[in-house]
């Protein structure tokens, strides 16, 4: 409790999955959490009943309602930009209009959310992405998109950070490796692969993000900025 208490959180991508968890720790470490979602208004509902959270649908493809929605939302002291989606398969057979889309939520929409949100955040602020390993290492085919949107977060927070860094203002790049979500259920088809390719062989579990992302938004990562961390069961090791 308390590391970020008294602060105003914003996290894109709550409903569900790691957000969902991101969500019930910053709230219990004491900050005011609000939370987007897109088509997933039961679960925001019911975390917003559990955490005292408040939840707004926007959907991070909507650039023009992305940007006017953080506007309005006035300053705040810590972003989380967590809202993603997963498209892999056969490149030449994959729909582009798929592909666009993935870029738009995972790509676009991080840059714009971090720059409409830094017009007003307070000095000090934090600026959290949550990127993948798939950003350093994609050992299995079919993922080349998806590797895309996730190195363009490493090349985001190193620049971002250098135009923030006055303001004390943070930007950081959170890699997971296989976490047990929806996305990516540890009993899902691709586990014995990936556990392959691990150290700690096992998917991580949402809290165990969520826990470094609340050190990253607390007050002695002050000196942590333009950086990729990963947390990932030594997937890319
Ligand atoms: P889930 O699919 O379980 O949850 C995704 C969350 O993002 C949901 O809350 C969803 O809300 C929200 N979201 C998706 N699209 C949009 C959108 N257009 N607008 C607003 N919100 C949206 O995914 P995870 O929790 O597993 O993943 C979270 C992040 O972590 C993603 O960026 C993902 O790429 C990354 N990641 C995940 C890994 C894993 O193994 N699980 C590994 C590495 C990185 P709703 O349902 O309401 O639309």
Request: charged share 20%; proline share 5%; hydrophobic share 40%.
């Amino acid at each position: 409790m308390s590391q970020s208490l008294n602060k105003q959180a914003l996290v894109l991508g709550g409903s569900r999955g790691i957000g969902a968890a991101i969500v019930k720790r910053l709230s219990s470490d004491g900050a005011d959490v609000h939370f987007t979602y897109a088509g997933s208004p039961e679960a925001a509902a019911a975390l917003s009943a559990e955490t005292g959270a408040q939840a707004s649908r926007v959907d991070s493809a909507d650039r023009a309602a992305l940007t006017a929605f953080i506007a309005d939302r006035g300053p705040i002291d810590i972003l989380v930009i967590n809202a993603g989606t997963l498209v892999m398969g056969n490149p030449l057979e994959l729909d582009p209009d798929d592909i666009d889309r993935m870029i738009d939520i995972n790509v676009r929409a991080p840059y714009h959310a971090a720059i409409e949100a830094a017009r007003t955040m307070r000095d000090g602020g934090r600026i959290i992405v949550i990127g993948s390993v798939n950003g350093d290492r994609m050992p299995m085919a079919g993922g080349a998109a998806y590797a895309l949107t996730k190195s363009s977060v490493q090349g985001l927070v190193r620049g971002l950070a250098r135009d923030l860094g006055e303001r004390n203002i943070t930007v950081n790049n959170v890699q997971p490796g296989p976490v047990d979500t929806d996305m990516n259920p540890e009993d899902g088809p691709m586990r014995d692969l990936m556990h392959s390719f691990m150290a700690i062989k096992r998917h991580g579990q949402s809290e165990e993000i969520a826990g470094l992302v609340s050190f990253l938004a607390g007050p002695e990562a002050g000196y942590i900025t333009g950086a990729s961390h990963t947390i990932d069961g030594g997937f890319g090791a």
